[in-house]
């Protein structure tokens, strides 16, 4: 596949999957997540380990409020398909449950959806420009489909906090929340590091495991349709629709005259 917002390599056992949408600030679309469940479910069939990169400077800000605000305008009907959470709720289930260790590779900022990302997965490495904000609550939504990934990794309170605030964290507070697992100036020297132990895994013993710890905790399943319907809801409020469109066509928050 000629994929157009991502970028994939493997180095076997190894599968590098990079979001790759410079010009959008590396925000979320329904065709960067339909690319990520083809890359998964072609490369995660034979790969033991998924490494998922943003770039030097964003790793991944949230949503296309300009691709939402393009779809929204297109009808009720015209942008039903790619409004509809399920597939990125999916996707982020794919990557917490799916038969390989997954690594969250984060330098920059991580934003809303991004965080997202970064809590479904097994393992998170940082750099130290690295930083982690839910910004949702400011334009009358909040992160339900984000929450039960993000409670999952750093319990309720953090994640509440967190979601309230709407204030990036540091790199720092990450790691002693535990949404960071480790973190160095060289993170990629750090990932590499982390590689060289997790390549001596067997693919069907990654398998077996990742199978067992859904087994004991499988709220990310139960909380989808939850989730979901919370999601449906906020982007269907007509007030949280202008909110955004404001916001796309003037560049001022909700609360700026």
């Known amino acids: 596949m000629d994929y157009q917002t991502i970028q994939v390599r493997t180095e076997d056992p190894v599968c590098y999957l990079k979001l790759y949408r410079p010009k959008a600030g590396n925000t979320i679309n329904g065709q960067l997540i339909r690319e990520c469940h083809h890359a998964l479910k072609l490369y995660g069939e034979v790969c033991s380990i998924v490494v998922l990169e943003g770039l ?14 393009k779809n929204m305008a297109a009808g009720v009907d015209g942008g039903k398909e790619e409004q509809d959470p399920e597939p990125l709720y999916d996707l982020w289930t ?15 900022k991580t934003n809303a959806g991004g965080v997202g ?8 490495l940082a750099d130290e420009t690295a930083s982690f904000s839910l910004s949702e609550l400011l334009f009358g939504l909040f992160p339900a489909c984000v929450l039960p990934f993000l ?6 309170s953090k994640a ?4 309230l605030l709407n204030k990036p964290i540091s790199v720092q507070q990450a790691l002693s929340w535990g949404l960071v697992d480790a973190c160095d100036p060289d993170s990629a020297s750090l990932l590499r590091k982390h590689l060289l132990r997790l390549r001596r895994i067997s693919k069907p013993a990654i398998t077996k495991y ?21 999601n449906n809801e906020m982007f269907s409020d007509i007030d ?8 796309v066509q003037t560049g001022k928050f909700p609360w700026e005259i």
């Open 210 to 230: 990742k199978s067992y710890m859904l087994s004991l905790n499988d709220s990310v399943v139960q909380s989808k349709y939850q989730a979901v319907q919370a």
């Open 94 to 108: 794919e990557l917490a449950t799916g038969p390989y260790i997954t690594i969250a590779h984060v330098r920059g």
């Open 151 to 156: 409670i999952r990794r750093i319990g309720y």
């Open 160 to 163: 509440h906090y967190m979601t």
């Open 117 to 124: 990302f970064v809590s479904a997965c097994d393992m998170v």
């Open 56 to 69: 030097p400077e964003v790793f991944c800000f949230g949503a296309d409020f300009q691709d939402i605000e």
């Open 240 to 247: 949280n629709r202008k909110k955004i469109s404001r916001y």
